[in-house]
């Protein structure tokens, strides 16, 4: 006898956890069943050296969305709402980034950084717009979709004709050529590139560079710390689902998703098998198809599709358990609580992309950072401190594979650059952990360690995230969903791509 679901969910990462809580809220019976000891997936929180822990995947929040921590009724405490950036330079002159100013540069170019981020915002908000609803299906000639297009279409109309054409015309450009035309600093144009290409395969010369920065701006680019780090943000969710109703089984990987007569039936599990008519995966699309499913059970062109998805991930993840903060030149105590960027320019960020196309390491790495025990003392001993750092760019495939030599030869590179901007940062170190891509496949089961559980290019976003065919949550084979980062919006921790499914499978259910 297996237990029956209206729902199984696979996997407990932050989307997998929104499905399920607004599937309970719809009525359903929900299943999540999680391969790891814990929910969250790349959002958790754990210890890394005693007495020292760490978001050890996502560590800040920019992109969650109100709308679906509001539909599920969740309320994340924050250490600091709205962390400010310092781009980091050698010199001590640092810029202090606090959302639309930035103290540090030219006159010219501080009055150019807040028009620019007027102009950003105006896009991100229109984008957002799209996030936060299944995109379109084209061609289907069905009359929902023709009125979702027309939707589409009357809202970018609404953003009035001067800044509709600016924004057609940003679609394929890159975010290099954007920021020479409007500013001098480079250290100003670093910190940008490096947050428009944080996360993919691509440099600020790569055309798609502008939308992958209005991406991360989508809810108003505010960058926040959630006390207890990321994993807090998925232990609120999975506490709610619970509540709802939802029954969560962490440590029960899913080893095939049972198909028969061409409709899933459920799934297998070592305790046992699970059945329902509906099953929704958090694994991302290629883990799903190939690993759950199995190839035989879709057509032959979208197994091709799912097949060439490009998801091969370029983030390396840096945590040094440290003796005491870094005495850094130009920075006061208080500073230590911001969200740090260390890319010397746009140039520098481009140059760091260019191995990674060859399978090879850059060998002056950029950074993202933070020192979450300044304003989190739960992270470590009192007096002690963490550092948490995106590192790039550090290629999944990487030319000879991930040797002890290799994983040797980057940390130290990676110690070598930070420690010239923070001078005895290596003599601090008690503890470190380095996380490549490999790693973080092998840890949170992502293929190829990617951020977005695949590339957001032009060629997977919206109407074609991941594949044509599954652009809108439902896969090619009947009771098959799909929820998780690969979807679409895309990756983050937003909690869109989780709440657009949901809606999707209710929507369905009522129009039944
Ligand atoms: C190094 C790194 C740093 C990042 N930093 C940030 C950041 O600072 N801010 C930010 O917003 N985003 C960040 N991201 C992106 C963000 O972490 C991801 O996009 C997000 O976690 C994806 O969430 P998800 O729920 O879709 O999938 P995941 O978090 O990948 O969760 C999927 C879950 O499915 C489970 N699963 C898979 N297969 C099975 C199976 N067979 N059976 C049962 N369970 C299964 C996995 O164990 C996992 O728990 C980062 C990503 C990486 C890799």
Redesign the pocket.
Known sequence: MTERYDAIV???????LVCAALLAKGGKKVLV????DE?????VTRSFADGFSV?A????????QPKVMKAIGVHIPLTNERMPTVALSGSGEHLFIDEHTVAGASDQDAEAFTEFMGWSDTFARFLNRQLMKPPPRLGSGQRSDTLKLARLGLDLRMLGRADMRDFLQLIGQNIYDELDARFDTDLLKGAIALDAVT?THTGPRSPGSLVTWLYRLCTGGHVSQPVGG?GAVSKALADRAEALGVTIRTG????NIVVDNGRVVGVDTAAGRFSSWKVIS???PK?TVF??VGARHFESTFVRRVHHLRSK?N???LHLALDALPDVSGLRYEDFSSRFLLAPSADAVERAFNPAKYGRCSSRPVFELSFPSVSDDSCAPSGKHVMSA?VQFAPYDLEGGWTDVARADFHDGALAALDEVMPGLRDLVLHSEL?T?VD?EAE???SG?????GELGLDQFMFVRPVAGAAQYRMPLDGLYL????THPG????GA??YNAAQVILERERSR
Not at 10 to 16: E, F, R
Not at 491 to 494: E, I, Q, S
Request: glycine share 26%.
């Open positions: 696979v996997g407990a990462g932050h989307n997998g069943l999680e391969a790891r929910v969250g997936g790349a959002a978001s995947g996502a560590h800040l929040l920019h992109q969650l996360g990321l029960v990987p899913v080893d958090n694994a991302d883990t690993g759950l991930g983030v390396a993840k995106l996380l891509p973080l949170f089961g992502m360690g990617h951020w977005h559980h929820c998780g980062a690969g990756g983050g921790v937003t791509p989780g």
